[in-house]
């Protein structure tokens, strides 16, 4: 059994996982806070493989769960309402490690300080077999990704593995962190590195994780709904160039955070729903803000606005806000992006 968890990326990395062991020949069933609930999937063999996506709130109510590989990618703010704070939130990923078997392979990010703290307190305890994984530094034992390229020192041999540039479906450092989360799962549970590698270049992403949806002249129309906060937001923000940025919702944060170092990338900022002013106040002379009230005035005015500069560029979904004002959850909010992009005409007046 695996469990991923983290505050971001874990959708992508527990369907990474998935699919490389599929791509591998093995007997998988991936589900839990993505797709299929846990107590739905079908029974496998002794050999098989349950791959399991769970949240801080699942993490607290699992506590016969047995692991032989857990996994904490990441720990920024989030649903601190929740957990009484930032030590609470933790202390529900922290509890992962504590819902494995002895000699459990533990796989950890070392990119914020709070994962980095577990991963010394492991470390003390030496009850799991660690690998740390990074993509801003070299994870001695561990996997790393530098400029691109996944390097394995698992057994401290430092080798170069594959060019993330050649996985289409995962770009941007965020998703390297996915990728080497993924690889040193695999990897732990046997499957060769270039079968991984393989696998990898073959993974076709999830929606409304930086979705291509469609491209129409020299613009890309991207669904990134899933960003339903600023760290998340930030991610595909640093992936694109000349932005024309969809954001709004319901804000959980106290300030844009993140986001900042990223708005020269944008050329204007379309707002919709319950931030809308807010967000506005915040960018005011920073970026060009246009308040739109829904998402499709949003996207009709930043394709208008795209197309009309014949200079190509990103038409961008990646709200930084949950949905709940205009949307069912952010799955609806994306569906619909996408169906109105899908709507579009291809030339502009």
């Known amino acids: 059994m695996i469990a991923i968890t983290g505050t971001n990326g874990k959708s992508t990395t527990t369907a ?53 590989v857990a996994v904490l990618l990441n720990v920024t703010p989030d649903h601190l309402d929740r957990h009484g704070g930032m030590d609470g939130y933790v202390a529900a990923k922290r509890i992962i490690f504590d819902r494995t078997v002895d000699k459990a392979t533990a796989v950890v990010g070392l990119e914020d300080t709070q994962s980095r703290g577990v991963c010394l307190e492991l470390m003390a305890k030496n009850r799991h077999r660690i690998i740390p994984i990074s993509t801003v530094a070299r994870a001695a034992g561990g996997v790393w990704v530098d400029n691109g390229i996944l390097t394995d020192d698992t057994d401290h041999g430092a080798r170069p593995i594959m060019d993330l540039a050649h996985a289409p479906a995962l770009p941007g450092r965020h998703n390297w962190q996915n990728a080497a989360a993924a690889y040193a799962v695999t990897r ?63 804000f ?62 990103t038409v961008l979904l990646s709200p930084a806000c949950a949905s709940f004002d205009q949307f069912r959850d952010f799955e609806q909010r994306g569906a619909k992006f996408r169906a109105a992009v899908d709507a579009l005409e291809e030339a502009v007046p």
């Open 16 to 68: 990474l996982v998935g699919h490389i062991l599929e791509f591998a020949g093995r007997d998988v069933q991936v589900g839990g806070n993505i797709g299929m609930p846990v107590l739905e999937l079908e029974r496998l063999a002794p050999e098989g493989i349950y791959v399991l996506e769970l949240s801080s709130y699942q993490l607290e109510r699992v506590p016969s769960l047995s692991l032989d």
């Open 188 to 250: 732990a549970l046997g499957v060769p590195a270039s079968v991984i590698a393989e696998a990898v270049n073959s993974f076709p992403g999830l929606a409304h994780r930086q979705e291509k949806v469609r491209t129409i002249g020299r613009v890309a129309y991207i669904n990134d709904s899933k960003a339903t906060n600023t760290d998340s937001a930030s991610k595909a923000l640093a992936c694109y160039d000349d932005i024309y940025w969809l954001a709004g919702g319901i």
């Open 252 to 313: 959980k944060e106290e300030s844009l955070g993140a986001l900042v170092e990223f708005l020269p990338r944008v050329r204007a900022a379309f707002l919709f729903g319950e931030a809308a002013p807010k967000f506005a106040r915040w960018l005011k002379g920073k970026v060009a803000v246009v308040e739109c009230g829904t998402m499709d005035v949003a996207l009709t005015r930043a394709h208008q606005a795209a197309q009309a500069t014949h200079a190509g560029g």
